[in-house]
């Protein structure tokens, strides 16, 4: 078992990077593709189909992106100046992690482990519970957060604390699954420092932890207002870009500090 600190240093996420996408290119080498411009790698790359899923497929063979980081990236750029932005990312994935570490002025980026204390260096990462952040009020001009929200057991303290964080005018962009047409539920929640579980356990894939992450929350058409109730102005960009390899509807979520 390699120690966390050095599965994450930046030589091991290099190389782990370089192995993804020799892997990934020689799989999927025969798969239908399309030619077009990745907004993550910023380059002119193939994507391919590898599953039925707007928001997972097709996927970049160079960067190894999904629609739903290349449509995040996309609105970022859109939303703020990145070469002068100091920018927070919760549970970065590599190919946003390498993406944006390049581009913005500043890019801190964390994971949370339990146990271990706030702000503590782990690799390239930063410590970081987002419901109890160790920085300094206004410290950001951008959070970032992919598909972390719905695992969060209490993501209402989290966008309060992410709120803090933000200066005036900074603004939270994120992806979420959501389903329309529903309102939010609870699947899982902590209960004095116990889980209970009020629907089936439900896991997404994670690339850091092979027992997956447990889902607490199915958002749905309430999470704008949601956000909004703790302290952030929220609205939906619906992207769809086929040449940046995003052929069918993606929602990113852009929440400004007032
Ligand atoms: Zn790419």
Sequence with gaps: MIPFALRWSRPALWLQAHIQ??????????????????????????????????????????????PRQRALQHVLAASLDLANARVHESSPSLCTFQALRARCRSYVASYFVPGRSPGARLGAFCNVDLGAQPFPDAAFDAVVTQDVFE??????????????????????????????????RVRAELRDGALHHRLPPEHHRDPSDPRGSLVMTDFGDDLEAIVQSNGLRCRVERVLQAKAGIPRMVEVFVATKG
Excluded at 31 to 60: M, Y
Excluded at 161 to 173: C, D, F, N, S, Y
């Design 21 to 66: 996408r020799r892997r990934r290119a020689r799989r999927f080498r025969t798969h239908d593709g399309i030619n077009g411009h990745c907004p993550v790698c910023d380059r002119t790359v193939r994507f391919v189909d590898w599953q039925d899923n707007a928001r997972e497929s097709p996927l970049c063979l160079r960067c190894g992106s999904v």
């Design 151 to 184: 695992h969060l057991p209490d993501p209402r303290g989290a966008l309060r604390e992410i709120a803090r964080t933000l200066r005036p005018g900074g603004v939270h962009v994120f992806t979420v699954p959501r389903t329309l047409g529903v309102a939010t």
